[in-house]
Nanobody, 125 residues
Framework: QVQLVESGGGLVQAGGSLRLLCAAS????????MGWFRQAPGKEREFVAV????????DYADSVMGRFIISRDVDKSTAYLQMNSLKPEDTAVYYC??????????????????WGQGTQVTVSS
């Protein structure tokens, strides 16, 4: 059973940066992609960023384009989300997720089979 563990969340002032990590264990094969989603209070979980595992092709939500960078370390089975120029509206619980099948976009929650427990990111104004 694949387990994903996020870390790196915390409290930061607007304009600051945080780096989230997602460490995977228990894999028996490589995933197709790793994604980051977030969920703010009272809102639905939304797509943030994705990277394909083999080739590192990335995509982002419009709201974070140019501010967030997703990457992965294949040898360490770890995905990262570098978040810069943070805004109060970025406040949410951030989840990493693993896709084990092909998808055209990897932007839907249904594309992912395994999920981490989430890490809180709070951006103060």
């Amino acid at each position: 059973q694949v387990q994903l563990v996020e870390s790196g969340g915390g409290l930061v002032q607007a304009g600051g940066s945080l780096r989230l990590l997602c460490a995977a264990s228990g894999r028996t094969r490589s995933p197709y992609a790793m994604g980051w989603f977030r969920q703010a209070p009272g809102k639905e979980r939304e797509f943030v960023a994705v990277t394909t595992w083999s080739y590192g092709v990335t995509d982002y939500a419009d709201s974070v384009m140019g501010r967030f960078i997703i990457s992965r370390d294949v040898d360490k089975s770890t995905a990262y989300l570098q978040m810069n120029s943070l805004k109060p509206e970025d406040t949410a619980v951030y989840y990493c997720a693993e896709a084990v099948d092909y998808s055209t976009t990897y932007k839907s929650i249904e594309d992912y089979k395994y999920w981490g427990q989430g890490t809180q990111v709070t951006v103060s104004s």
